[in-house]
């Protein structure tokens, strides 16, 4: 059947097969005869089919397998298709329920202005290119710049020279922190705009598999394409990207925003999306200032650690490691209530072949996060173990989160001399409380110098690890061993804020026609969700306002 870019052609699929079994060393091809035993139909009835999911189980490391889900038609038609389902006795098929489109319908209201967006990272991205593609013509202001100088003043400046720009970095700058991301694209969110986001990365350079895969990510060295040509969708419907142009101010009057202030320049206001990422913590002081409620919110504090990617595929695959059909292995972890009273551990962001990233801002801080390439074929792998925190341990003041995370941060920049070096340690020293040395071996862009990780983290996230790390090597033995390096401290997580907004009209309650979006604002955790939020906040906009 013939494919298009954004998903598969207008061909209707009327039946869905799920959970057809497929063998390493099957191959796809043999999903036409799975799929026509189930639906018992000769193989020639099947018209079109194609798999509409697949996903990897390998719980049981003696029989690793594919499971497909597939979409088909039949010969015969609607008719046809109802018998065999009715033959198959409902045993994981059902005829294929039609999407709902999600099409905002404009309001009453002129703009008084065009709509601005605060920000371009996913959320911010995908309200502008929501709203330019009904009319809205939005300007979006990114303080950082576009994504092609942006990888220029990270290589050469930060990388090359260790003078990190402000504004321009690993976050801040088009696409905001997804960018140099993994790009991972699952979510624990379940809303039917992800399809939306999916197809949309896809028109733009994102391979297909995404639409497939149970797990799909796009990896780092895809998304700056991607990230650019959504831009110059963006601008030929007519919105507006202007980089290196930050918000430094908000004129908020009888409780609606008035006006903003952008590099001095005051700039009269309509609808203002805030969809900055949760680094941007100078912003959300400046909003907190200005009278726009905040409120502490739960995050995540920990440590990256990293392995050799062979020994992650041991642990997972068993004597099939190496297999040429299975993908580098990633983990999802927990030890149970290895915080205590804050819950448990969990690795975070595990990235399957990847490195670890420098995640600060500003400079003086150290911060980690992870990152891998499409093809996640490094010889190493990484993950946060994180714990949650939540206002009740660290207080309710709003703002306090930003100012305890950047304390941290800046206390482990001090530990290594102030060089961007990372702070590392075997977890087999910090077990036993002793000093690392020897060769220190890591895929942080600066290399790291031996310290006790117990000083850079604080002590009850400290102590989490040290029994979580424990009860994770009874379960993975090796995961705690001489040649497991952690680092720290992963900070970056989510957002310790959320900037309060109506659940309706998703306006700020104390600043109206100020519409608080994405991760920074405390509603996302991740490129998809980010989007989907930012879609849905354009919606708001549309919803209320109609274009003069």
Known sequence: MEVVAGGYSAIAMAVVVRNLRL???????VLTDLTAKRLKVPRGAIRDWHPVRRSLDARDREDVHFVYHVELTLDGGPGAERAALRRAGGRNVDMVKPQRRHDPMPGARLLPHRPTIVGFGPAGMFAALRLAEYGYQPIVLERGRD????????????????????????????GGAGTYSDGKLYTRVSDALMQTVM???????????????ARPHLGSDKLPAICGNIRRRIESAGGEIRFESRLDDVEVDEGQVAAIRVNGERIEAGPVVLAVGHSARDTIRMVSARGVRLEAKPFQFGVRIEHRQEQVDRWQYGALAGHDRLPPAEYHLVAKEAAGTDGDLFSFCMCPGGHILPTNESPGLIATNGASQSSRNGPFANAGLVITLGPATIGFDPLYGLDYLERWERLAFKSTNETYEVPAQRASDYLDRRESDGVLETTYPFGGQWRSIRYVVPRNVGDALDRGLRMLDDRLPGFAGDDSIITAPETRASSPVRIVRDNVTRQSPTCSRLYPCGEGAGYAGGIISAAVDGIKTADAIINEYAVP
Not at 23 to 29: A, F, I, R, T
Not at 155 to 171: A, I, T
């Open 23 to 29: 063998g390493l060393d099957q191959s796809e091809d």
């Open 147 to 174: 994504v092609d100088r942006r990888g220029r003043d990270v290589r050469e400046h930060f990388y090359g020279e260790r003078r990190l720009d402000p504004e321009s970095n690993l976050l801040f700058g088009e």
């Open 199 to 213: 197809e949309c990365l896809v028109r733009d350079g994102a391979d297909r598999d995404i639409l497939v895969d």
